[in-house]
């Protein structure tokens, strides 16, 4: 009599079925994962950075799984009125917020562009990403308990993590390959994630600002750049004097979830740099906008930087930073420093 399959899996299921607490830390400690590998991708714009992004979906796939498990064995106590108290309501919204954060971030990937409001998907699941700690952790703090140490059938709970890892890669190899083969929106995303806006020039993509930055259009008769700080000579340029004349093809990559490649035209920063001269022991060089916002980046970098007056063969419109900002290739979006006035060197 040969063994029946039915009755296999359900003994292997058994098997691999992780107690309760692990299930609970596990969602706890992915979570944490996913907050902070996430906004560690902010700083990543280069491809060689592809891991963090490819960590933080399985991690996310993972989550899938572990809520499932927990909702099977909770579930019930949810919607049971005579087991409910007011910590229930926030563990439903607890819930809520991960199935916000899981739904967004998986429909991004499969490549839907709708909006709520102005936000993107991806937006969305950035602001429920980061609620979910402190949700998760009130939710821990509220039935805290360490697995017994006694329960960690060490074998076991290896297969059983090793099995969730391998099946978030497949899920997620399968999405990549089902992309490709619909060819539709998601087939065309960067390796950060970012859809393509293709059109060029201006118009070609969107007005974007991090920060409540919104300074009036600057007249350029009245604007200088100041090169200032660890430098041999102090300089001021007015528009006209900008040694103008390099031209260089970038990608801007916002954090929330478009890219586009442009031509753009400016000065190059070694370029001043060389003008004014910098003394030994300089590190790094801020830019900073006519708004107070700024940005840093280590010297040798900076010197390959751009601070462009044209996208596309046009002169910058006001709200993409006229009359100067910065092109950083390689850094996110929110690095690129728009309306600058001033450049100072630092040690
Ligand atoms: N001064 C200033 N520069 C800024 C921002 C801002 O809010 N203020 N937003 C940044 C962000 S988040 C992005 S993605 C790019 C967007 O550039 P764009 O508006 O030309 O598309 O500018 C960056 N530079
Ligand atoms: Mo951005």
Not at 68 to 95: C, F, H, Y
Not at 161 to 178: D, K, M, N, S, T
Not at 218 to 246: A, C, K, N, Q, R
Request: a positive charge; glycine letters at 10%.
């Amino acid at each position: 009599m040969g063994v029946r399959p039915v009755a296999l899996l359900a003994n292997v299921l058994d098997y691999l079925r992780p107690p309760p607490r692990h299930v609970d830390w596990s969602i706890f400690a992915i979570v944490v994962f996913e907050a902070a590998s996430g906004l560690l991708t902010f700083t990543v714009g280069t491809p060689a950075g592809w891991p963090l992004y490819r960590a933080h979906r399985i991690a996310g796939l993972a989550l899938v799984v572990l809520l499932g498990l927990k909702l099977a064995r909770v579930g019930g106590r949810l919607v049971d009125r005579a087991t409910w108290r007011v910590s229930t309501a926030l563990s439903v919204l607890t819930l809520f917020v991960a199935l916000a954060a899981l739904g967004t971030g998986m429909l991004w990937t499969s490549g839907l562009d709708v909006r709520l409001s102005h936000w993107t998907l991806l937006s969305v699941h950035v602001g429920m990403g980061l609620a979910l700690v402190p949700l998760v952790i009130w939710h821990l703090s509220t039935r805290f308990a360490l697995p017994a140490r006694g329960s960690i059938d060490r074998r076991r709970t290896a297969l059983r993590y090793g099995l969730l890892l391998v099946g978030g890669a497949a899920v997620y190899r399968g999405q990549e390959l089902a992309n490709h083969l619909l060819d539709g929106p998601g087939a065309d995303r960067r390796f950060t994630g970012s859809q393509p806006r293709r059109e060029v020039g201006n118009d070609g993509f969107p007005v974007t600002a991090w920060v409540a930055d919104d300074p009036d259009p600057i007249d350029v008769e009245g604007w200088s750049l100041e090169v200032t700080g660890s430098v041999e000579m102090p300089l001021e340029f007015s528009y006209d004097e900008l040694p103008v004349g390099t031209e260089r093809e970038a990608v801007l990559d916002c954090t929330s979830g478009w890219y586009t490649l442009q031509r753009w035209r400016g000065v190059r920063v070694g370029e001043l740099l060389a003008t004014t001269g910098v003394q030994e022991g300089a590190s790094h060089v801020r830019f900073v906008s006519v708004t107070g916002y700024r940005w840093s980046l280590p010297i040798d970098e900076a010197r390959n930087a751009l601070l462009a007056t044209h996208v596309g063969g046009e002169a910058l419109s006001h709200g993409h930073g006229a009359p100067l900002r910065l092109v950083a290739p390689g850094r996110r979006g929110f690095q690129w420093v728009k309306w600058v006035a001033r450049v100072e060197v630092r040690r």
